[in-house]
């Protein structure tokens, strides 16, 4: 149980450093070479990986709250997989 509590916050820090690093960087990122259509189409492809590896990374931490529910019916809280 505390191994999923892990890979819990693991995703949470994660996706908060991929919001802020996306926010922070991005925008300079696409002044400086948007305006090249190749860089452009590599920065959209780099993006949506980006969100697919997010996606991915969030499809495995779901499957593991929804295994824990099954083996261990409770209140169904996402607190329920924090040790106690």
Known sequence: ????AKRLAIAVVLT????VTFNIYFGAIWQAWGGD???????LGLLALWIASAVVLWIHVSYDIAEEKLSNPS??????LMPR
């Open 37 to 43: 259509p190749w860089a452009r189409a590599a920065l």
């Open 1 to 4: 149980m505390q191994e999923r």
């Open 75 to 80: 209140t169904g809280l996402i607190l329920d």
């Open 16 to 19: 908060v450093v991929d919001v």
